[in-house]
């Protein structure tokens, strides 16, 4: 049987030793970034000119934040698209 609880661990062990767990943390940040934006747009009934307008940037600023791939997008980009939603950005160090 297999001792499931180290398996995410391992895991981590394996993309850091491939020099990709950097990388793969900032890939999943940025998506869950994204989708929580994305979610918060759908709630206030916007679409992305709209919310580009509200965060006063262009369409193509919004699709670059709302794009997954794209982890160059700055904090000061991410916190407009939070207060344009009525959120607040917050982050830790853990």
Known sequence: MIDK???GSA??????E?????????????????????????SEGLNKAAMARRMNTSRQA?????????????LHTMQR???AVGRRLTLELR
């Open 62 to 74: 919004l699709d670059r934040l709302l794009d997954p791939a794209n982890t160059g997008v700055t």
């Open 5 to 7: 609880k180290n398996i």
């Open 18 to 42: 491939d020099g990709l767990l950097e990388s793969c943390e900032e890939q999943a940040i940025k998506e869950i970034l994204a989708d929580q934006i994305k979610g918060a747009m759908q």
């Open 11 to 16: 895991f981590d062990d394996f993309l850091a």
């Open 81 to 83: 698209a939070a207060a």
